[in-house]
T-cell receptor, first 115, second 115 residues
Framework: AQSVTQPDIHITVSEGASLELRCNYS??????LFWYVQSPGQGLQLLLK??????LVQGIKGFEAEFKRSQSSFNLRKPSVHWSDAAEYFC?????????????FGRGTSLIVHP | GAVVSQHPSWVICKSGTSVKIECRSL??????MFWYRQFPKKSLMLMATSNEGSKATYEQGVEKDKFLINHASLTLSTLTVTSAHPEDSSFYIC???????????FGQGTRLTVV
């Protein structure tokens, strides 16, 4: 069955420290991959996406993600976290369905940033 | 860029009444729109896929008679919560996709509170 897993419910880091949020998917081929960020009470903002090509993807706000086919992973990274990065982060996967793609979301990882 | 607008951003209604939420793609035509429901501290649950000019496809467990979806034009989809009850209180988010595209663009969400 197709699924998206974000194993960490909460991640706590100190401001200035590096960050890695994990995302794994279960699917027989390479799906489309996305990372979104959601601030409290707000909609979702796309950080970055992977469709094909270079497996290291650069996004907005200094985020990057690396697609690793062998591990079925698409982990999000940032070298130095800012207090404003505290939010909910969702990994999403576009699984093909009937000629189109339906975005499926992981359960989210809540990022807490300590000063 | 692609902009999706949701209205209203927050609505309070009395139990037993119906409320309509609009999702508009402002600068592109969206043949497919998605409706999600998000519970507090939870991920986005896909409720239904809405295709312009045809009936929506509901996910398992979603009551189609309670959550009426209409996609009357290429830029507008509506979700009507009929006979709302307090347990329907939630955050509802729509997204829209270019024809043939894989990336979905999200509205800012609607906070529904049923009292």
């Amino acid at each position: 069955a197709q699924s998206v897993t974000q194993p960490d419910i909460h991640i706590t880091v100190s401001e200035g420290a590096s960050l890695e949020l994990r995302c794994n998917y279960s699917y027989g081929a390479t799906p489309y991959l996305f990372w979104y960020v959601q601030s409290p009470g707000q909609g979702l903002q796309l950080l970055l996406k992977y469709f094909s090509g270079d497996t290291l993807v650069q996004g907005i706000k200094g985020f990057e993600a690396e697609f690793k086919r062998s591990q079925s992973s698409f982990n999000l990274r940032k070298p130095s976290v800012h207090w404003s990065d505290a939010a909910e982060y969702f990994c999403a996967v576009g699984f093909p369905s009937g000629g189109s793609y339906i975005p499926t979301f992981g359960r989210g990882t809540s990022l807490i940033v300590h000063p | 860029g692609a902009v999706v607008s949701q209205h209203p951003s927050w609505v309070i209604c009395k139990s037993g009444t119906s409320v309509k939420i609009e999702c508009r793609s402002l600068d592109f035509q969206a043949t497919t729109m998605f409706w999600y429901r998000q519970f507090p501290k939870k991920s986005l649950m896909l409720m239904a896929t809405s295709n312009e000019g045809s009936k929506a496809t509901y996910e398992q467990g979603v009551e189609k008679d309670k959550f009426l979806i209409n996609h009357a034009s290429l830029t507008l989809s509506t979700l009507t919560v009929t006979s709302a009850h307090p347990e329907d209180s939630s955050f509802y988010i729509c997204s829209a996709r270019f024809p043939g595209g894989a990336e979905a663009f999200f509205g800012q969400g609607t906070r529904l509170t049923v009292v």
